[in-house]
C-alpha cells in the first residue's frame, strides 16, 4: 500500500514537472511571438492546475505569485475584450460571452434557464426553516401579529437583497457571488476573509442547523409522552453527517442521487400542511388567529434576533449567484426568478403559519419542539407518521445538498490558497474531494456537539448577515468607481441603501440588547483572518512541517492534486 501510493506520487511529481517544462517552452514561445503570456492559478509553490488566462488582460502580480486583475475576473471564456472606461484603465471581459473555449479543460455551459431558476430558488430557500423557525420567532415576538408582519418583512427584505444581488451578477457573471463582487470593488484581502469564514463558519453552521432539525424530527416520531433527550437528538445528528459524509465520499453519482430522491419530499411536506390547515379553517378553526396583536411589544433587539429566526427559514435567496455562469441569458433570467420565487416562497410560508394556527394556539406552537410533527398529529390521525417522515427526508436531502456544495467551495478555496494544500486534493479512483469534505464535516459536528438549533441559527445570521450588508456596500461602491460597467439589470439605489441599513440594524441591534458569547466568536474569528492572511496568503509563507502533514494525509485518504488526475482519464 505505502510503496503504491510513493510511487503514484512519484509519478505525480514526473508528471507536474514535464508540465511545467513544457508550460515555460510554451511561454518562451510566446513571448518571442510577441503573444500575451500565461499565468499559473493560485499561489507561488501550489500544485494546482495551469488555466489559460491569455484572453484576459493580467497586468500585475504580487510578491507571493498572485495575479492581480484590473476589473472583473476572468472567467476562463472565449468573451471579447472592452475597455474599461470607469477610470481605472485596463480591459475588461464583455459581460455575456458565447460560452467556453473549446479547448478548456474544465467549462460550464448555460444550461439553467428561468424555469430551473426559479425551482433552484424555491429548492434550497425551502428547507427546515419553516418547520422549526415558527415557534423560535414566536417566542421572541411574544405575538401572532407581530409574528406575521417579521414573515412578511423577512420575506420582503430577501426579495430587496436578491434584487441588489441580481445586479451585481449581471454586472459579474462570473460564479462565486461575494466571493467576485467583495474582488471587484475592494481587492484581494475581503475576498478572502469571505471564503475563510464561509469555509470555517458559515457552511459548516448551516449544516448543522439542518442535521439537528433532522434528528429532532426523527427522534420525535418515536417519542410522544416528553420531549426527546437532547443527547439522543445531537448522536442522531452526528450520524446524520456521517452517513452524508459516506455518501459523498463514496461517490459524487450517489451524492447526486440522494439529491434529487430527498428534494421531492419537500414539497410533499409543505403540500401537506398547506391542505390541512385549509381543511381546518374550512372546519371553522379560527379562535387561534383572532387577537393577533395581544401581548407586550417586543424589544428593538429581540425583533432584531426574530428576524434573524426567519430570515433562516428564507436563506438561500443569493444561491442562483453562485451559478451564474451556468445561467441562459443570466441578465434576464436572473432578475426574472429571482421576482418569482422569492414571492412564491414567501406566499407558502404565509400559509403554512396560518395552517399552523388552524390546528394549534401559539402555546402549544411554542411548547413544541418539532411544529410540524404536532400539526401533522393534529390532523393526520393514523397517517400522522407521513409528516416527520417527510420532514426527515426533507432535512436529510437539504444537509445532502449543503455538504456537496461546500465540499467545494472548500475545495475551491484551498486549490486558491486560502485554505491548505489537501483540502484540494482529490481521491485518486472515486475523484471526490475526500479531504474537504472530511474537514467541513468534522467542523460541522463539534457544532451540533456544543450548540443548539437557536443558538446556530444566531450565529450563522449574524456573521451571513455582516457579509450580505458587505455586498451591499461592494454594489454602491462600484456605482461610483465603475459607473460606465454594463448593467443591463440595474437596481434603483435605494434598494442596495435600505439593505445596508437594515444589515447592520441586524448586526448591532442584537449585541446592544442581548449580548452572546456567540456574537464575540464570530467577530474573533473574522478578525483572526485578517492576522492569518497577511503571512499566509499575502506573502505565501508556508511551514516546512507542512510538506510532511500534507503527505501523512495523501497516504491516509489515497488523494492527490488535481494536476495529476489526467494520468487517471
Known amino acids: 500500500m505505502r510503496s503504491s501510493i510513493s510511487q503514484l506520487f512519484s509519478a505525480a511529481s514526473d508528471h507536474d514537472a514535464k508540465e511545467r517544462s513544457a508550460h515555460q517552452h510554451q511561454q518562451q514561445q510566446q513571448q518571442s511571438a510577441g503573444a500575451p503570456t500565461q499565468c499559473t492559478n493560485g499561489y507561488a509553490g501550489h500544485s494546482g492546475s495551469i488555466k489559460d488566462v491569455s484572453k484576459t488582460d493580467w497586468n500585475s502580480h504580487n510578491g507571493n505569485g498572485t495575479a492581480k486583475h484590473n476589473g ?5 471564456t472565449s468573451e471579447t475584450a472592452e475597455t474599461d472606461s470607469s477610470g481605472t484603465g485596463g480591459m475588461r471581459d464583455a459581460l455575456e460571452g458565447p460560452g467556453s473555449a473549446p479547448n478548456d479543460a474544465i467549462h460550464l455551459k448555460r444550461r439553467v434557464g428561468l424555469f430551473s431558476g426559479v425551482a433552484l430558488i424555491v429548492g434550497t430557500m425551502i ?3 419553516i418547520f422549526v423557525s415558527p415557534s423560535g420567532l414566536l417566542v421572541r415576538t411574544g405575538s401572532i401579529g407581530v409574528s406575521f408582519i417579521i414573515w412578511m418583512a423577512c420575506g420582503l427584505l430577501s426579495l430587496l437583497g436578491a434584487l441588489a444581488y441580481a445586479e451585481l451578477g449581471t454586472m459579474n457573471t462570473s460564479s462565486g457571488a461575494e466571493w467576485a463582487y467583495f474582488m471587484d470593488a475592494f481587492g484581494a484581502w475581503p475576498a478572502f476573509l469571505f471564503s475563510w469564514v464561509s469555509t470555517l463558519v458559515l457552511k459548516p453552521s448551516q449544516m448543522a442547523i439542518i442535521c439537528l432539525s433532522f434528528a429532532q424530527y426523527a427522534v420525535e416520531a418515536f417519542v410522544s409522552e416528553c420531549d426527546p433527550p437532547l443527547s439522543v437528538v445531537k448522536m442522531v445528528a452526528i450520524l446524520a453527517i456521517v452517513s452524508i459524509l459516506f455518501v459523498n465520499c463514496y461517490s459524487v453519482n450517489l451524492g447526486m442521487a440522494v439529491q434529487n430522491v430527498f428534494t421531492s419530499a419537500k414539497l ?3 403540500l401537506i400542511v398547506i391542505c390541512g390547515g385549509a381543511y381546518k379553517l374550512c ?8 387577537n393577533a396583536f395581544s401581548g407586550a411589544t417586543p424589544s428593538m433587539g429581540a425583533i432584531a434576533t426574530a428576524f434573524y429566526t426567519g430570515l433562516w427559514a428564507y436563506d438561500g435567496w443569493n444561491n442562483l449567484n453562485y451559478v451564474t455562469e451556468e445561467i441562459q441569458n443570466p441578465s434576464k433570467n436572473l432578475p426574472r426568478s429571482i421576482i418569482i420565487g422569492i414571492p412564491l416562497v414567501t406566499l407558502c410560508y404565509a400559509l403554512i403559519n396560518v395552517s399552523y394556527l388552524a390546528a394549534m394556539s401559539p402555546t402549544e406552537m411554542i411548547e413544541s419542539e418539532a411544529v410540524a410533527v404536532t400539526f401533522g398529529n393534529r390532523i393526520l390521525g393514523v397517517m400522522a407518521w407521513l409528516m416527520p417522515l417527510s420532514v426527515t427526508i426533507s432535512t436529510f436531502g437539504s444537509a445532502n445538498g449543503t455538504l456537496f456544495a461546500a465540499g467545494r467551495l472548500c475545495f475551491a478555496a484551498s486549490r486558491e490558497g486560502h485554505l491548505l494544500d489537501i483540502l484540494s486534493y ?5 475523484l471526490t474531494p475526500a479531504p474537504g469534505l472530511i474537514f467541513h464535516s468534522l467542523i460541522a459536528g463539534a457544532m451540533v456537539l456544543y450548540g443548539t438549533i437557536d443558538s446556530l441559527i444566531d450565529f450563522f445570521s449574524f456573521t451571513a448577515w455582516i457579509f450580505y450588508g458587505g455586498a451591499m456596500v461592494a454594489l454602491i ?5 465603475k459607473p460606465n460597467y454594463p448593467r443591463p439589470y440595474k437596481v434603483p439605489i435605494i434598494i442596495p441603501i435600505l439593505v445596508m441599513v437594515i444589515s447592520g440594524y441586524l448586526v448591532v441591534a442584537p449585541i446592544i440588547d442581548n449580548p ?3 456574537y464575540l466568536y464570530a467577530v474573533l474569528f473574522i478578525l483572526a483572518g485578517l492576522i492569518l492572511y497577511v503571512p499566509f496568503v499575502h506573502y505565501g509563507y508556508h511551514p516546512k512541517f507542512m510538506n510532511n502533514v500534507t503527505l501523512f494525509f495523501q497516504m491516509l485518504f489515497e488523494v492527490v492534486p488535481t494536476t495529476t488526475m489526467a494520468m487517471f482519464d
Open 283 to 290: 372546519q371553522g378553526n379560527t379562535q387561534h388567529l383572532q
Open 426 to 430: 482529490v481521491h485518486v479512483r472515486r
Open 516 to 518: 452572546q458569547i456567540e
Open 72 to 76: 472583473t475576473l476572468g472567467r476562463g
Open 268 to 270: 410533499v411536506a409543505v
Open 127 to 129: 428547507g427546515s426553516g
Open 477 to 481: 461602491v462600484m456605482r461610483y468607481t
